[in-house]
């Protein structure tokens, strides 16, 4: 701009050191060094709130032509969605809510408890705002390697009984409806249906077995 508005014969280098004379020069953007990724590691889990694995699912709004997601807290001992959230946009901000809450939920917030979560590479999960929460919580964060879900087999497991069990079985015509249908799926799964692995009872039945001490023993190996 100054050779063509002014005729001026200057180069890149004399700009810049004109501008840091005047200190005129914007200043350069701190880069925040990154949490080190945490790999995955096979485990035997023998009691609730050892390990959850978290995930996020897409539906589809028919009648408004747009997305909505479901970020999942899933405890793959007891198999309950401990806590979930909904929307039409996930953010860090919105998994962090969401993990404060199942926490509070299971009267853990701020405590030492040994959690592990385990979650995939996504940008939710991967980000600055996330990792701070679970090392400000006690929380070890683990991430499976890329390409290998089956290493989140029980969140993954899980997603597709909600696919195929709610969202695949409607045309949703707004986001209302589709808030509805999921949040009642959501009870449904946790209170209704059951599961072989825990000796055909629903995940809720099962975790109250475990608190009034007369749930089977199960070692689930992961």
């Given at each position: ?5 002014f ?137 499976i ?18 696919e195929d ?10 986001y ?47």
């Amino acid at each position: 701009m100054l050779k063509r508005k002014f005729k001026l014969i200057i180069n890149k280098k004399k700009v810049y050191r004109l501008c840091k004379e005047l200190n005129v020069l914007r200043s350069q953007r701190q880069v925040k060094p990154k949490h080190p990724r945490k790999i995955a590691q096979n485990r035997e889990i023998t009691k609730p709130n050892s390990l959850w694995e978290v995930d996020i699912k897409y539906g589809y709004i028919n009648g408004e032509d747009r997305f909505f997601y479901i970020a999942s807290f899933l405890d793959v001992y007891d198999r309950n969605i401990v806590e979930y959230h909904m929307g039409l946009l996930c953010t860090a901000e919105d998994i962090v809510i969401t993990l404060k809450r199942a926490l509070m939920k299971r009267n853990l917030y701020n405590k030492e408890t040994g959690l592990v979560i385990r979650s995939d590479n996504g940008p939710q999960f991967i980000s600055h705002k996330f990792e701070d929460t679970c090392k400000e919580l006690n929380l070890e964060h683990e991430r499976i390697p890329f390409k290998s879900p089956n290493k989140n087999a029980h969140i993954e497991s899980f997603h597709r009984l909600l696919e195929d069990e709610c969202l695949s079985r409607y045309e949703f015509k707004s986001y209302a409806e589709s808030y509805e249908t999921v949040s009642e799926y959501m009870k449904s799964y946790n209170k209704v249906r059951i599961h072989s692995s825990l000796g055909y009872i629903s995940p809720m039945e099962f975790y109250q077995k475990i608190l009034d001490g007369t749930a089977k023993s199960l070692i689930v190996k992961l």
